[in-house]
């Protein structure tokens, strides 16, 4: 089942993205063949409706895996639209009635940049800094309430450091003060159980690509009773009840519903597997010396490990490492050398944060993936501090 | 997009020649220029013989680029006056190397770097 | 190569959508096997950079097929994204030197609806009214130009008729009054020739699926020189020059490279066989007798035939030709009896554009489709005729 | 979204009963209502021997529904009187023929056409 790639690097990047499960891919293939669904789904004629059932079944699918009502689901390209859709959807939608909202400073762009065009659009935005850890406390969140608040959006896992935000709770006080609430589940899919109803969220971005579905399909969660006001982003056909017009990918929403389907079902036994891969690789770095874990140390999800390297420098670190494919929230390139905003947020120099890798760790991760890691990380880094005058003195 | 790397840095960054420093003594001199907190950090370590260098060492912190550049150096340095030293300039090391645009600051610590070596020299045979 | 599926219809419907082409199809499910390209394109380690390199080959494919410089090329979701993107992007951007619009009645609902959208944001649009024929003359365009026009809004090609505009004359018009162009190319890419420099061209969407590609990728050509002033849809990780964030979905990329180069080298033995098959049925359908053509008679893509049935009623014609899957801008269901507005504009009666169906031919119709769906209409449109009160008197 | 006919509605649709007219001449009478402009009509016509309706034809230009409706009804109303006829209500096609609510105006068009026979025959037998 290890996906080989022609490239021998060991890829250590599931927070990136998910290479496709062969079993959603034969659902997808399927579709691509002469002989499979390729008529629009809103004809009414059999090619249509056979697309359309299709498209319904796989609703039904993501919707179960998230505990919603599949009348809630609507397609869009990715939790990037998820994210400004809900985002610039309900506050345009509501600008009349109050124009504040409330995040976090440690929230992918799509998030951020969407509240970015807020403040553009004359709304106030209270951006909530996280602890050390990485964690709003829900108490932080009930503070920034005003009478005039109209949308809270917090994401569910962060996708640099994987540590877990209690949006339960935060969607308690949301739902008890009328204000609707946002979150983002990129990560977290099939990686945490999720309840939309249970959880109080109003609305919530999910993508296929980070629950080994295709790239370029994502859903938004959005609840329907009492119903949400939303402005769309574009408009057109129609389709999604009006929110989101466009000719629907059916092969994309069958992968998606089946990555869906597949990720709730084999949730536990994965995160099972997955923490302890991911246990023996923070063992091997450990052992390096030096190291420092990024996020809150327990409230985390099973496949993301970021760690921070003392005495290495960022880009020579990243660079020495490049039988790995690893992430770092760093880019010394075309001299921005901008550190994480996310590492930042948590209180890290702009040293260290350059100085942190993501691993991330997934459904076709092996043991050996980690071995080998772990032996190509301790190279490097030894190297590196040796060469290193602060190693010294 | 990661930066890109010229055959010569990878070269010197895999395999960095004359690595490390000698220890204080005679004839050897050391030169520094740049922290670890600015991001980048050359340590230049040198034996003299003479009125030439005779061996070099180095230590850098610092991108691909900058290792590089410290080892490649290493190997320049050999054979130079003191001089040589004081008149050396960060163009060298960029035409053999490759500095992006937004790196070539860098070369100006290692510059710095050469020319307290020289000042070291000055100090120990004035 | 004739899709075969497992309804037995005759699928006359290209103009909603096309099968995936074979050829395409196997370069995408490379991409989705284990081995293929599943790296996130905007990943700097090996896994990325394959994938960036073939989003890139895709890139210039599409340019190359419209003749366009590849740094011209934003991938959006489709076509109805893609106008969004340019009319609402261009005008909010400039809509402090001028909120004068200007489009026709015949557009698609994508470009329609934006332009109602920008009416509400306070933009006065100029609706212009195409001749009987379908065409809205140059000189239309020039007459609505003002000073303060900021973006003018035309489609090559009708999806319901089939009708070419032209936009080459438009365009150098537009050009010369220094106003943005927009062409909505999404139903004449591979089916003419398309080159925007040429043509004076600004602003192109285009789709995959309706020439051969996957549903739910597509692009918009933006003139960079000199820059055209756009504001995003949505923001996030700044994918595409900031103008369209999200991870891009290389499978869905690759597959709208391959249709496009494709799309142009074989259209014009395409082309020439989709005319031959067309006129086959247009002679089938005119010995029936009380038929009609809708839109210009000669200026018209190869591959679609819109024909109005005399003494007919519409959605019986539909239900009884229900072995085709073919189209029509009408829909009896649902109590709103609303007739294409398309073929309203063009001066048909209500009762006559319900009547009126929409054939459209593509790369795997065949002579035998053809004979076999004028077997169809000739028996129902007789039987209905024969049952109608309006045949005798 | 392509509306959903019911079983009977396809059947009747897919083979009408009784299509087409009498010709005008003894004992034929004729009733009709709506016009093609609406986009409904029926025309029935009707051989009548004493007091009841010996054969039915209908004609109607309209959606599946209409038709398959002309076509159900040319059967129910043979062995009918005439007051039945000025009796028949919409109710009984709807319930046979499951008219989607939004299509149930339609059905008013068929009722007019067959109290218009019924006013036909009283004119034929005064
Ligand atoms: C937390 C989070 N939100 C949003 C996104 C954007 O998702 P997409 O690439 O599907 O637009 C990502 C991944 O890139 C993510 O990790
Ligand atoms: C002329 C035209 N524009 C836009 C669209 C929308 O394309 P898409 O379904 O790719 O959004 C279509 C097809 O549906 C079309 O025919
Ligand atoms: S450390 Fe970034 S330029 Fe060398
Ligand atoms: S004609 Fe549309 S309801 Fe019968």
């Known amino acids: 089942m290890t996906p080989k790639s022609s490239s021998p690097a060991i890829y250590l990047d599931y927070a990136a993205t998910n290479p496709v499960d062969p079993r959603v891919a034969e659902l997808m293939i399927d579709c691509l063949r002469p002989e499979g669904a390729h008529g629009n789904p809103s004809s009414g004629h059999a090619f249509g409706t056979r697309a359309r059932a299709m498209v319904e079944k796989a609703r039904q699918q993501v919707a179960a895996a998230i505990g919603a009502r599949p009348e809630c689901i609507i397609w869009t390209s990715g939790a990037t639209e998820s994210d400004n859709l809900a985002i610039l959807g309900v506050a345009r939608f509501h600008a009349d009635r109050g124009r504040h909202v409330v995040t976090s400073r440690t929230e992918h762009k799509a998030v951020i940049d969407a509240f970015k065009q807020l403040e553009k659009e004359g709304f106030e935005v209270t951006w909530l800094k996280p602890g050390a850890d990485g964690i709003v406390r829900p108490e932080q969140v009930r503070e920034a309430l005003r009478p005039e608040t109209q949308l809270v959006s917090l994401m569910h896992v962060n996708n640099e450091t994987g540590v877990i935000q209690d949006v339960a709770a935060i969607g308690a006080i949301c739902r008890e003060r009328g204000v609707a609430f946002h979150v983002d589940a990129a990560q977290s899919a099939g990686k945490l159980p999720i309840n939309v109803e249970a959880m109080n969220i109003d609305l919530m971005s999910i993508t296929a690509h980070k629950t080994y579905g295709p790239k370029g399909i994502g859903a938004l969660y959005i609840r329907r009773r009492p119903p949400l006001g939303l402005r769309p982003l574009s408009f057109g056909g129609g389709q999604e009840t009006?929110?989101?017009?466009?000719?629907?990918?059916?092969?994309?929403?069958?992968?998606?519903?089946?990555?869906?389907?597949?990720?709730?079902?084999?949730?536990?036994?994965?995160?099972?597997?997955?923490?302890?891969?991911?246990?023996?690789?923070?063992?091997?770095?450990?052992?390096?010396?030096?190291?420092?874990?990024?996020?809150?140390?327990?409230?985390?999800?099973?496949?993301?490990?970021?760690?921070?390297?003392?005495?290495?420098?960022?880009?020579s670190l990243r660079f020495g490492l490049r039988e790995l494919a690893v992430s770092s929230g760093s880019a010394c390139s075309s001299g921005s050398d901008e550190a994480s905003y996310v590492l930042r947020a948590l209180g890290r120099s702009d040293q260290l944060a350059q100085s942190s890798i993501r691993f991330s760790l997934g459904r076709f991760t092996t043991e050996d993936d980690i071995d080998r890691a772990v032996a190509v990380v301790s190279r490097e880094v030894a190297r590196l501090r040796e060469l290193s005058p602060a190693s010294h003195g | 997009m990661e930066p890109e790397y010229s055959p010569t840095v990878v070269d010197h960054f895999e395999h960095p020649r004359n690595g490390g420093h000698f220890e204080a003594g005679e004839g050897v001199i050391r030169g520094t220029a740049g922290s670890v907190a600015q991001g980048t950090m050359f340590v230049l370590s040198a034996r003299v013989a003479g009125n030439r260098i005779e061996a070099v060492r180095f230590e850098a912190y610092g991108c691909p680029h900058c290792i590089a550049a410290g080892s490649w150096l290493s190997e320049r340095l050999v054979g130079l006056e003191r001089e040589q030293l004081r008149a050396w300039r960060w163009r060298d090391a960029d035409q053999a190397l490759g500095f992006p645009l937004e790196k070539r600051g860098r070369l100006l610590i290692l510059e710095d770097a050469v020319h307290s070596l020289g000042e070291a020299w000055a100090r120990f045979i004035p």
Chains 1, 3 share one sequence.
Request: hydrophobic letters at 40%; glycine letters at 14%; aromatic letters at 4%.
């Open chain 1, 242 to 315: 009006g929110l989101r017009s466009g000719t629907l990918p059916t092969h994309q929403i069958v992968g998606m519903g089946a990555a869906f389907e597949i990720g709730e079902r084999d949730r536990e036994s994965d995160v099972a597997r997955i923490t302890a891969l991911r246990e023996r690789l923070w063992r091997g770095l450990a052992a390096i010396g030096g190291v420092e874990l990024n996020g809150h140390p327990t409230e985390r999800v099973a496949g993301v490990l970021n760690v921070c390297f003392h005495n290495v420098e960022g880009e």
